[in-house]
């Protein structure tokens, strides 16, 4: 596949370094913000710059303007498609929500208007959703005869339960803000104008943390959360050993019992 130019990235997906903060902003906003693959490219491309860059601990998503976080995949584009072109596609998008929940950072995705089909399941890939109270949920796809291709039929289950994840998925539903707080969702839901704020609050509380320890603890999660309970046991002992290894372990412990202000490292 063709890859982008910068030029061409900068244009549909908005890529911001501020101090610590990554944040990527889906930019096509005459279709909501739909991913087509050039839009999907350049958010895996920021992923893996954000990640490799070791001044940025926290990476934020969102979508531009008020109306959408992200209307779901492209639907022009999946018209094009064969079953096998379908097929491969759907295990590309896959890969890159999961390298998202592999990814030893935060990733936040900041929520207006409609988070549907593929955007929610990008938005599920994310370690925390918080949105604001106009936002609007769902898994639409059945409408157009298709199914979830993005993780969007084993996240949802995962997230809120198959009972209610079923009905969404089978019907279409939409919900709004309070019920995906209901259903847990989103994290988090606030009035618009206070979204930014509650965003840079959160971002603050995390970036208190040793990154490292941070990402050692995403990694326990996710991993450990397929595993039968034996293995995933094991896999947070793992963790927990080589978090007891690093320094800002052995600074953050320090502190308790000099009863100072820890500093981290990240290291
Ligand atoms: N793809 C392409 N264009 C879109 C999409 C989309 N998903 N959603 C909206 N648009 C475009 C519209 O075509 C329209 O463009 P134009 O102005 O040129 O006609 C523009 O955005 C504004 O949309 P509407 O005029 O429809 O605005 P409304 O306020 O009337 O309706 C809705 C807003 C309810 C969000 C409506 O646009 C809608 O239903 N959109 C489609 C939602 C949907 O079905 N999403 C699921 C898509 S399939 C999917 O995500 C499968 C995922 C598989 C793999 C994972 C990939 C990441």
Known sequence: MKRMTEEERDKILLYEKRGSVATLTL???????????ALLEALRDALAD?????????IVITGVGDRAFCAGADITELLEKSPIEARDWSL????????MERLR????????GFCLGGGLELAMACDFRIASNNSIFGQPEVNLAIIPGGGGTQRLP?????????????????????????LTLVNTVVPEDELDR????????????????????????????EMDLEHALECEADCFG??????DAREGLKA??????AGFKGK
Request: a positive charge.
């Open 27 to 37: 930019n096509r906003q005459k279709a909501l913000n739909a991913l087509n693959t």
């Open 50 to 58: 954000a990640e490799a860059d070791a001044v940025i601990r926290v």
């Open 92 to 99: 590309w998008v896959q890969e890159i929500t999961s390298y």
């Open 105 to 112: 950072k935060p990733i936040l995705a900041k929520i207006k």
């Open 158 to 182: 995962r997230l809120i339960g198959k009972t209610r994840a079923m009905e969404m998925l089978m019907t279409s539903e939409q919900i709004d803000a309070a019920e995906a707080y209901r």
């Open 198 to 225: 509650e965003i840079d609050e959160l971002i603050k509380k995390l970036l208190s943390k040793s990154p490292a320890t941070l990402g050692t603890l995403k990694y326990a999660v996710n991993r450990g959360i």
């Open 242 to 247: 080589a978090v007891c290894a690093t320094e």
């Open 256 to 261: 308790f019992w000099e009863k100072r202000k």
